[in-house]
């Protein structure tokens, strides 16, 4: 199967901003929901946005105001762009559908987004 390609991520400090890209097959983004997800050292992974097909979209609480999810549907694109970065933001982001697949192999790479001083 066609793992999603996540970029975007790197070194920003505090109170800056990041555009992440995922490139993911049409078979999942022309029918299930999409999610930017994120992974902090130690931690679980959990769903910090996502978005209908429709466009429809809803934020976790921490980052509600700050991040914005969006998708191209024509180009197979999710994004996520976040404003006022914080350090408890920093993580390994991942984009999939939802619900996430219980496949590991389903899951991309990542992209590491590190927020510091």
């Known amino acids: 199967q066609v793992q999603p390609v996540e970029s975007g991520g790197g070194l920003v400090q505090p109170g800056g901003s990041l555009r992440l890209s995922c490139a993911a097959s049409g078979s999942i983004t022309s029918i299930y929901p999409m999610g930017w997800y994120r992974q902090a050292p130690g931690k679980q992974r959990e769903l910090v946005a996502s978005i209908t097909t429709g466009g429809r979209t809803t934020y976790a609480n921490s980052v509600k105001g700050r991040f914005g999810i969006s998708r191209d549907n024509a180009k197979n694109m999710v994004y996520l762009q976040m404003n006022s970065l914080k350090p408890e933001d920093t993580a390994v982001y991942y984009c999939?559908?939802?619900?996430?697949?219980?496949?590991?192999?389903?899951w991309g790479q990542g992209t590491q987004v590190t927020v510091s001083s």
């Open positions: 999939n559908k939802l619900p996430p697949p219980s496949d590991y192999n389903a």
